[in-house]
């Protein structure tokens, strides 16, 4: 079936009046191929797929790319039908927002402070805002996230949990370019230059990981975190972060955690020009 572009909530709450499997994976446009990767994982767990395009202001800091955030609305719902979206909600600020949010989700500090929150005050407040918004336009069954955002997917998996939202998520694996850089909508912004150096932070994540197999206690943890930050500044980089992490909570691993096989991840962040990436591996 042919796709269906919907911009308000009656609309889509029309076509959607009785379905119980829906599929949904919320984006805020820009689409690449890990988005659509997402789709296709989608269509995996349910139907009709609904995608929404919403860039959301609320996640985003005065200094940061709202204005400027690729809108390219005709261009993504191309790709989304070729993928085998069913449905794309696109609604424009008021519609969402139609009064300032005044209740917003408040995510807890030690999962969204750190990392990604530590260096975006707010964003995560900004993200489950919006998500649980979008879930209670789409009410779906499943919905889909990419792990190249995985501070985000913890995020959302926890607010499903504590308030027992009816919704099983699903983290998409992160689509990666042939060099190896982590896709990303923020890529665009990248220079030609930048383009061939931006696989420098997925390589450094890469040789943190691979110190993480190889066995680390909490000093060489420290250390191996330190290498790759200074690796990263040497080839010009601004990294935030670089670190090693226990999947289940995001919290540095203790001793016991790196003797007994803890499941892991090294995440980075880091700045290449004005351009902001963000990536990640499970160890
Ligand atoms: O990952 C994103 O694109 C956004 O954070 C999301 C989940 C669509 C909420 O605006």
Redesign the pocket.
Same mark, same amino acid.
Request: proline content about 7%; glycine content about 8%.
């Given at each position: 079936m042919a796709l269906r572009v919907f911009h308000t909530l009656a609309e889509l709450r029309a076509a959607l009046a009785g379905e119980r499997r829906t599929a949904f994976v919320?984006?805020?446009g820009n689409l690449h191929e890990g988005h659509l990767s997402l789709i296709r994982l989608a269509r995996q767990h349910g139907s009709p797929v609904v995608a929404?395009i #919403?860039v959301?202001r609320l @996640?985003f800091a005065p200094h940061e790319d709202f204005d400027t955030y690729p809108r390219t609305l005709e261009r993504d719902c191309a790709l989304l039908e070729e993928a085998g979206c069913d449905i794309v909600f696109a609604p424009s600020e008021s519609e969402l927002y139609p009064q300032p949010q005044g209740y917003k989700v408040q995510p807890p500090p030690e999962l969204a402070d750190i990392l990604e929150g530590h260096f975006r005050p707010g964003f995560f407040t900004g993200?489950c805002t919006?998500?649980l918004k979008l879930f209670n336009c789409v009410q779906p069954r499943v919905a889909v #996230?990419?792990k190249k955002?995985y501070q @985000?997917l913890m995020v959302i998996r926890n607010m499903v949990r504590q308030l027992a939202l009816p919704i099983d998520i699903v983290g998409g694996e992160t689509g990666r370019a042939a060099d190896g850089l982590a896709l990303s909508s923020r890529n665009g912004y990248l220079s030609a230059d930048e383009r061939g150096r931006a696989v420098e932070l997925s390589q450094a994540l890469g040789r943190l990981r691979q110190a993480a197999l190889s066995g680390l206690d909490e000093a060489g943890v420290a250390r191996a975190e330190a290498e790759q930050m200074q690796a990263l500044q040497q080839l010009g980089w601004q990294p935030d972060y670089v670190t090693l992490r226990r999947q289940a909570d995001l919290q540095s691993p203790t001793a016991e955690d790196l003797r007994h096989g803890e499941p892991l991840v090294v995440l980075a962040a880091a700045r290449l020009g004005t351009t902001r990436l963000i990536d990640n591996m499970e160890v």
């Open positions: 919320p984006t805020m929404s #919403f959301n @996640q993200v919006v998500v #996230f990419g955002d @985000q």
